[in-house]
Protein backbone atom coordinates (compact mmCIF):
# COMPACT_ATOMS: atom_id res chain seq x y z
CA UNK A 1 0.00 0.00 0.00
CA UNK A 2 1.36 3.25 -0.72
CA UNK A 3 2.18 6.47 1.92
CA UNK A 4 2.04 8.79 -1.01
CA UNK A 5 -0.30 11.40 0.14
CA UNK A 6 -1.49 14.12 -1.92
CA UNK A 7 -2.72 16.44 0.45
CA UNK A 8 0.72 16.75 2.03
CA UNK A 9 2.11 16.98 -1.80
CA UNK A 10 0.07 19.92 -2.12
CA UNK A 11 0.59 21.41 1.12
CA UNK A 12 3.94 20.78 0.11
CA UNK A 13 3.97 22.84 -3.02
CA UNK A 14 2.02 25.47 -1.40
CA UNK A 15 4.35 26.06 1.11
CA UNK A 16 7.33 26.57 -1.80
CA UNK A 17 4.92 28.88 -3.84
CA UNK A 18 4.69 31.40 -0.61
CA UNK A 19 8.70 31.67 -0.17
CA UNK A 20 8.65 32.90 -3.99
CA UNK A 21 5.35 34.76 -3.52
CA UNK A 22 6.31 36.75 -0.93
CA UNK A 23 9.76 37.92 -2.26
CA UNK A 24 8.77 41.72 -3.31
CA UNK A 25 6.77 42.22 -0.15
CA UNK A 26 9.93 41.30 2.10
CA UNK A 27 12.21 43.79 -0.48
CA UNK A 28 9.54 46.24 0.14
CA UNK A 29 9.78 46.05 3.59
CA UNK A 30 13.00 46.33 3.66
CA UNK A 31 13.13 49.51 1.05
CA UNK A 32 10.86 51.02 3.71
CA UNK A 33 12.99 50.14 7.14
CA UNK A 34 16.25 51.37 4.80
CA UNK A 35 14.86 54.50 4.15
CA UNK A 36 14.68 55.42 7.68
CA UNK A 37 17.88 54.36 8.34
CA UNK A 38 21.98 55.74 8.03
CA UNK A 39 23.92 54.69 4.54
CA UNK A 40 26.00 52.14 6.47
CA UNK A 41 23.17 49.88 6.77
CA UNK A 42 23.32 47.77 3.60
CA UNK A 43 19.67 47.14 2.14
CA UNK A 44 20.63 43.92 0.84
CA UNK A 45 21.76 42.69 4.31
CA UNK A 46 17.86 43.59 5.11
CA UNK A 47 16.70 42.07 2.05
CA UNK A 48 19.15 38.28 2.53
CA UNK A 49 17.61 38.85 7.03
CA UNK A 50 13.93 38.92 5.50
CA UNK A 51 14.35 36.37 2.48
CA UNK A 52 16.04 33.96 5.34
CA UNK A 53 12.93 34.89 7.79
CA UNK A 54 10.42 33.83 4.91
CA UNK A 55 11.71 30.69 4.28
CA UNK A 56 11.30 29.40 7.74
CA UNK A 57 8.31 30.76 8.39
CA UNK A 58 7.02 29.61 4.80
CA UNK A 59 8.10 26.15 5.81
CA UNK A 60 6.17 25.76 8.87
CA UNK A 61 2.79 27.28 7.86
CA UNK A 62 -0.34 25.80 7.98
CA UNK A 63 -2.96 27.12 6.27
CA UNK A 64 -5.77 25.36 8.43
CA UNK A 65 -4.63 27.14 11.54
CA UNK A 66 -4.00 30.57 9.75
CA UNK A 67 -5.62 31.47 6.45
CA UNK A 68 -3.88 34.45 5.92
CA UNK A 69 -0.19 33.95 5.89
CA UNK A 70 1.60 37.86 5.06
CA UNK A 71 -0.09 38.59 8.30
CA UNK A 72 1.17 35.63 10.47
CA UNK A 73 4.41 36.60 8.64
CA UNK A 74 5.10 40.15 8.42
CA UNK A 75 5.45 40.71 12.29
CA UNK A 76 7.92 38.38 12.63
CA UNK A 77 10.09 39.05 9.45
CA UNK A 78 9.97 42.52 10.34
CA UNK A 79 11.64 41.76 13.66
CA UNK A 80 14.22 39.69 12.07
CA UNK A 81 15.26 42.44 10.61
CA UNK A 82 15.50 44.74 13.64
CA UNK A 83 17.02 42.20 15.30
CA UNK A 84 19.64 42.01 12.70
CA UNK A 85 19.81 46.10 13.71
CA UNK A 86 20.52 45.47 17.18
CA UNK A 87 23.53 43.07 16.11
CA UNK A 88 24.85 46.01 14.83
CA UNK A 89 25.00 48.38 18.07
CA UNK A 90 28.67 47.84 19.15
CA UNK A 91 28.69 50.53 21.38
CA UNK A 92 29.54 49.88 24.90
CA UNK A 93 27.39 51.02 27.80
CA UNK A 94 30.33 53.59 28.85
CA UNK A 95 29.97 54.80 25.25
CA UNK A 96 26.52 55.26 25.50
CA UNK A 97 27.14 57.92 27.34
CA UNK A 98 29.09 59.55 24.73
CA UNK A 99 26.09 59.42 22.78
CA UNK A 100 23.98 61.61 25.60
CA UNK A 101 26.83 63.88 25.72
CA UNK A 102 26.37 64.01 21.60
CA UNK A 103 22.51 64.96 22.05
CA UNK A 104 23.26 67.74 24.41
CA UNK A 105 26.25 69.52 22.30
CA UNK A 106 23.81 69.02 18.93
CA UNK A 107 20.86 70.99 20.62
CA UNK A 108 22.71 73.42 22.26
CA UNK A 109 25.03 74.08 18.64
CA UNK A 110 21.42 73.96 16.84
CA UNK A 111 19.56 76.17 19.29
CA UNK A 112 22.29 78.85 18.82
CA UNK A 113 23.22 78.39 14.93
CA UNK A 114 20.00 76.79 13.49
CA UNK A 115 21.73 73.66 12.14
CA UNK A 116 23.20 70.45 13.49
CA UNK A 117 27.41 70.11 13.99
CA UNK A 118 29.23 68.12 11.47
CA UNK A 119 30.79 65.24 13.14
CA UNK A 120 34.08 67.25 13.01
CA UNK A 121 32.96 69.92 15.25
CA UNK A 122 31.48 67.69 18.08
CA UNK A 123 34.49 65.59 18.03
CA UNK A 124 36.28 69.32 18.90
CA UNK A 125 33.75 70.26 21.25
CA UNK A 126 33.95 66.96 23.37
CA UNK A 127 37.86 66.87 22.74
CA UNK A 128 37.43 63.20 21.42
CA UNK A 129 38.54 61.11 18.16
CA UNK A 130 36.15 61.80 15.19
CA UNK A 131 35.77 58.21 14.58
CA UNK A 132 34.19 57.58 18.34
CA UNK A 133 31.46 60.36 17.50
CA UNK A 134 30.48 58.66 13.99
CA UNK A 135 30.42 55.42 15.60
CA UNK A 136 28.50 56.30 18.30
CA UNK A 137 25.90 58.57 15.86
CA UNK A 138 25.48 55.42 13.50
CA UNK A 139 24.50 53.27 16.66
CA UNK A 140 22.25 56.25 17.69
CA UNK A 141 20.48 56.66 14.10
CA UNK A 142 19.45 52.60 13.87
CA UNK A 143 18.72 52.73 17.33
CA UNK A 144 15.92 55.22 16.12
CA UNK A 145 13.64 52.71 14.02
CA UNK A 146 13.21 50.47 17.08
CA UNK A 147 9.98 50.63 18.80
CA UNK A 148 9.51 53.35 21.08
CA UNK A 149 9.91 51.07 24.26
CA UNK A 150 13.41 49.76 22.72
CA UNK A 151 14.31 53.71 22.54
CA UNK A 152 12.87 54.32 26.09
CA UNK A 153 15.13 50.91 27.39
CA UNK A 154 18.08 51.44 25.28
CA UNK A 155 19.81 53.73 28.46
CA UNK A 156 19.77 52.28 31.77
CA UNK A 157 18.57 54.92 33.88
CA UNK A 158 14.60 54.20 32.29
CA UNK A 159 15.02 50.64 32.65
CA UNK A 160 16.13 50.38 36.09
CA UNK A 161 12.98 52.14 37.36
CA UNK A 162 9.86 51.79 34.39
CA UNK A 163 8.75 48.01 34.42
CA UNK A 164 8.60 46.86 30.26
CA UNK A 165 4.98 45.71 30.86
CA UNK A 166 4.56 48.77 31.76
CA UNK A 167 6.73 50.85 29.73
CA UNK A 168 4.06 51.60 26.79
CA UNK A 169 1.48 52.73 29.22
CA UNK A 170 3.87 54.99 31.07
CA UNK A 171 5.01 56.28 27.31
CA UNK A 172 1.34 56.93 26.07
CA UNK A 173 0.93 59.27 29.23
CA UNK A 174 3.88 61.07 28.90
CA UNK A 175 2.93 61.75 25.11
CA UNK A 176 -0.45 63.38 26.28
CA UNK A 177 1.73 66.21 27.80
CA UNK A 178 3.81 67.31 24.62
CA UNK A 179 2.18 69.33 21.97
CA UNK A 180 0.35 68.43 18.53
CA UNK A 181 3.18 68.38 16.43
CA UNK A 182 5.40 66.28 18.85
CA UNK A 183 2.31 63.87 19.25
CA UNK A 184 1.96 63.43 15.68
CA UNK A 185 5.59 63.16 14.75
CA UNK A 186 6.48 60.32 17.42
CA UNK A 187 2.88 59.00 15.69
CA UNK A 188 3.85 58.92 12.55
CA UNK A 189 7.27 58.00 12.54
CA UNK A 190 6.98 55.05 14.98
CA UNK A 191 3.56 53.53 14.27
CA UNK A 192 3.27 54.43 10.96
CA UNK A 193 6.54 53.59 10.14
CA UNK A 194 6.85 56.97 8.00
CA UNK A 195 10.72 58.17 6.98
CA UNK A 196 11.55 62.04 8.27
CA UNK A 197 11.15 63.01 4.75
CA UNK A 198 7.30 61.68 4.69
CA UNK A 199 6.75 63.75 7.87
CA UNK A 200 8.17 66.76 6.81
CA UNK A 201 5.79 66.67 3.66
CA UNK A 202 2.94 65.81 5.78
CA UNK A 203 3.38 69.04 8.59
CA UNK A 204 4.87 71.32 6.09
CA UNK A 205 8.58 71.88 7.58
CA UNK A 206 12.02 71.01 7.17
CA UNK A 207 13.17 67.24 6.96
CA UNK A 208 15.84 68.71 9.67
CA UNK A 209 13.24 70.29 11.76
CA UNK A 210 11.54 67.21 12.28
CA UNK A 211 14.62 65.46 13.28
CA UNK A 212 15.11 67.99 16.00
CA UNK A 213 11.56 67.58 17.31
CA UNK A 214 11.90 63.90 16.93
CA UNK A 215 15.37 63.83 19.19
CA UNK A 216 14.14 65.99 21.81
CA UNK A 217 10.53 64.35 22.19
CA UNK A 218 12.84 61.15 22.87
CA UNK A 219 15.07 62.63 25.21
CA UNK A 220 12.43 64.43 27.40
CA UNK A 221 10.74 60.86 27.29
CA UNK A 222 13.91 59.73 29.01
CA UNK A 223 14.06 61.85 31.38
CA UNK A 224 10.75 61.89 32.55
CA UNK A 225 10.25 58.12 32.77
CA UNK A 226 14.30 58.22 34.43
CA UNK A 227 12.38 60.70 36.91
CA UNK A 228 9.43 57.90 37.45
Known sequence: ??????YNDNIKAYRDHLAVDYMPAVKSMAARLKERLPSSVDFNDLVSIGFEELVKLAKRYDPA???????YAQTRIYGAMLDFLRSLDTVSRGDRKLIKE???VIEKYTSKFNTEPSDEEIAEI???DVEKVRKARTASDIYTVMPIE?????FDDVSKKVEEEELIDKIMEVLEEFGEKEQMIIQLYYFE??????????L??????????????????RERLADG
Open 193 to 202: ELSLKEISEI
Open 150 to 154: DQMNY
Open 126 to 128: LDV
Open 102 to 104: IEK
Open 65 to 71: INDNFWG
Open 1 to 6: MSSHNP
Open 204 to 221: GVTESRVSQIHKKVIKKL
